[in-house]
């Protein structure tokens, strides 16, 4: 059985790393050196616009040039990444000799030390080596962060301080919610939700929290915000770590400034994740993109929750009218017909393409496309029910081409 690699983490703040080389690998090992602390200094004649990009902006020395023995001098770890090997060995020798331990990109037997397969998940960094097979460390650290964010492996992690956490969970796939997201999620004691939430998010909770859905909590006469406020509030005062799970982006037409709000002057901390809307995740699901060069320059995202007359109403819809560009709606399946008259009538052609689609990112996602004309028809024949995001526009009528 080959000899094991000792796997042990390095303290590089304010300590000099030599990278040779200016391609792939050095793009993929950067960030991560220089969140260490690590300062930089790259050799190569050339390198990929990335990393040109973070010299410029003075995250790393770059030296346009080819290696030379004694560029080491100083280091304290490097690495040798160009595509000729017998650079790389001449990099490792002299690391050898200096004492610095060297990775070899191209044959890491060769190295006197190899990169492990990195994650990270709540302060955890997680490496894994394998013996020289990068596919398989890769599978591992890949498998064991995806069983941490979900809650399968045991973390010992201290408790999540009282407070809330406003987190989008994206469009509706569970698989859509932001890494963040699910780890607080699973260190929730409390999840206030409601039906736009991913639903199925829901069943990975352990059985110890409470769930409370925010559509059932009593208000009486007091409006259902203020109540949802209140349960929010009561829980993080009585000690728990709450988390209020919304679907797509809590800024989004969510009321999650309202919520942020309402915690902060009550003393409650807060805590903001943001989610995949499903103003842009939805449509992308269905094959429609919301912008696209030569056909759309704008994008605006508009809620339909009142009617174009609604004296409520801060819409400028003859002003929306005369855009050229892509109208995202949200919460407009009721009133479409009134929205495309409104349309029409200040200007939008008649013929504009639009594309309505239903369950974004669910098994149950449906799309119909029809035009501004036509499309209140065409979603009552196809009894289209909320939720759903309707998009009018140039972008709305294109589709790839069938292989």
């Not at 206030?192 to 859905?213: I, K």
């Not at 770590?241 to 809590?250: A, E, H, I, N, Q």
């Not at 759309?296 to 819809?317: Q, R, Y």
């Amino acid at each position: 059985m080959a000899e094991q690699h000792y796997l042990v983490g390095l303290e590089l703040h304010d300590r000099l790393v030599v990278l040779v080389g200016g391609g792939s690998v050095v793009q993929r090992r950067a960030p991560r050196l220089l969140a260490s602390g690590a300062r930089l200094r790259v050799i190569s004649p050339s390198v990929t616009a990335v990393v040109e990009g973070m010299a410029q902006a003075g995250e790393l020395q770059w030296l346009p040039r080819r290696y030379a023995d004694g560029d080491l001098a100083d280091a304290w770890y490097a690495m040798a990444c160009t595509d000729d090997a017998g650079v790389n060995a001449e990099v490792v020798a002299e690391a050898t000799r200096r004492r610095v331990f060297c990775v070899r990109a191209d044959a890491g037997e060769f190295g006197t030390a190899v990169t492990p397969a990195v994650g990270e998940h709540g302060g955890l960094t997680l490496g894994v080596l394998s013996g020289g097979e990068p596919k398989r460390s890769a599978a591992v650290r890949s498998a064991l962060v995806e069983a941490l964010q979900a809650g399968l492996v045991a973390d010992a992690a201290a408790p999540a301080a009282p407070g809330v956490a406003l987190v989008g969970g994206g469009p509706g796939d569970p698989g859509l919610i932001t890494v963040r997201g699910r780890r607080l999620l699973s260190r929730a004691d409390v999840v206030v939700t409601d039906r736009l939430a991913p639903q199925g998010l829901l069943e990975e909770l352990p059985s110890h929290v409470e769930v409370v859905d925010a559509a059932k909590i009593p208000y009486g006469r007091a409006m259902q915000q203020d109540a949802i406020n209140a349960v929010l509030i009561e829980a993080a005062k009585a000690g728990k770590f709450v988390v209020r799970l919304k679907g797509g982006d809590p800024f989004v037409f969510g009321r999650g400034f309202e919520e942020l709000l309402a915690c902060t002057e009550a003393g409650v901390a807060v805590t903001v994740v943001p989610g995949v809307t499903s103003a842009f995740a939805a449509p992308a699901a269905a094959g429609v993109p919301v912008s696209h060069r030569g056909v759309a320059h704008e994008i605006v995202v508009v809620s339909g929750h009142v009617a174009p007359d609604d004296p409520t109403s801060l819409v400028d819809w003859p002003a929306l009218a005369r855009l050229r560009g892509t109208l995202v709606l949200l919460m407009g399946v009721q009133r479409i017909a009134a929205f495309a008259e409104v349309l029409i009538r200040h200007g939008r052609p008649a013929d504009t393409p639009v594309a309505v689609v239903r369950n974004g990112t669910l098994r149950s996602q449906r799309t119909v496309r029809s035009t501004l004309a036509k499309v209140a028809d065409a979603m009552a024949h196809e009894q289209l029910r909320p939720p759903a995001i309707i998009v009018i526009g140039p972008v709305a009528g294109l589709a790839p081409n069938p292989a």
